[in-house]
């Protein structure tokens, strides 16, 4: 079967010191593309960016890997460089500014717009009878209860993000094993990712979230006992309530935790 092509026409971008990552983003921005048999499947390019701390300027690697239906993967290295919004304003041609002079002009027009027209209409709203105000208010509930729900769903994106993190260096870990036979190695392995799973889990905002975690935990224990079977062990959780939709982006996340931990040469054998 062959593998995947990925192509990357640029291996090094700017980045705003604190600004959140963003996969389609990213493909825009580092030129990404990824074609199996003449089919586009750019769409299945995940990135594995735990090395990067966007607080801290630097330099960091981001592991990019595409996996076509047959699992054949391919995977690429590219840089990213985390910069203050100082060092960003002073690149020469303002290719890689946040906010060139000229976008910052026009949102200085828009706010003063905006201002304006806010005042235009509190002095409006100032003048009408009780019954409009309080219409008024329930707007703005409704607004804001939309807003929270948004934010609802971008946590549960967050959380899904994190499980597959957790879960993909688990199944790495038992295909590891199940190579070498070193059981030290993976009782090292499993206890780093009971460490992660604690320090995460007050990160969670959902129950079911945690739930998921929880399910975790509890193959890492299985594992501890008895580590025969057990990348049959881990896949169980595919068979768990809410694992299924995220098991794809576990299973590309898992590749490049393999390459992380055993080198390229083990790319095959991942897949398997």
Not at 242 to 260: A, C, K, P, R, Y
Request: without cysteine; proline residues 3%.
């Amino acid at each position: 079967m062959a593998k995947p092509v990925l192509k990357i026409q640029r291996h090094n971008l700017d980045w705003l010191l604190g600004k959140p990552l963003d996969s389609n983003e990213l493909i825009a921005r580092y030129g990404i593309s990824a074609i199996d048999n003449g089919k586009d499947i750019t769409n299945k390019v995940t990135f594995n960016a735990t090395q990067v701390d966007l607080e801290h300027q630097g330099e960091y690697p981001i592991a990019v890997t595409v996996m076509n239906s047959e699992g054949e993967t391919e995977s690429a290295r590219i840089m990213i460089n985390i910069k203050s919004r100082e060092e960003l304003d002073q690149i020469p041609g303002g290719s890689q500014q946040t906010n060139p002079p000229r976008k910052r002009y026009r949102a200085w027009i828009v706010a003063i717009a905006v201002v304006i027209a806010l005042v235009i209409i509190w002095w409006a709203l100032a003048a009408i009878h009780d019954h409009n105000a309080d219409q008024q208010v329930n707007n703005a509930e409704q607004s804001s209860q939309i807003s929270n729900n948004s934010s609802s769903i971008n946590k549960l994106s967050s959380d899904n993000q994190k499980l597959a993190e957790q879960v993909a260096a688990l199944r790495g870990a038992a295909r590891q094993y199940e190579r070498d036979h070193n059981q030290q190695e993976l009782q090292n392995q499993l206890n780093n990712i009971a460490n992660q799973n604690q320090r995460i889990e007050g990160q969670l905002s959902s129950n079911s979230a945690k739930q998921k975690l929880n399910d975790v935990d509890q193959v890492i224990n299985q594992l501890q006992q008895d580590p025969s079977n057990a990348s049959s062990t881990v896949n169980a959780l595919k068979n768990k309530d809410g694992f299924g939709e995220i098991w794809n982006s576990i299973t590309s996340l898992m590749q490049s935790w393999v390459n992380d931990h055993t080198g390229n040469n083990s790319s095959s054998n991942a897949n398997q």
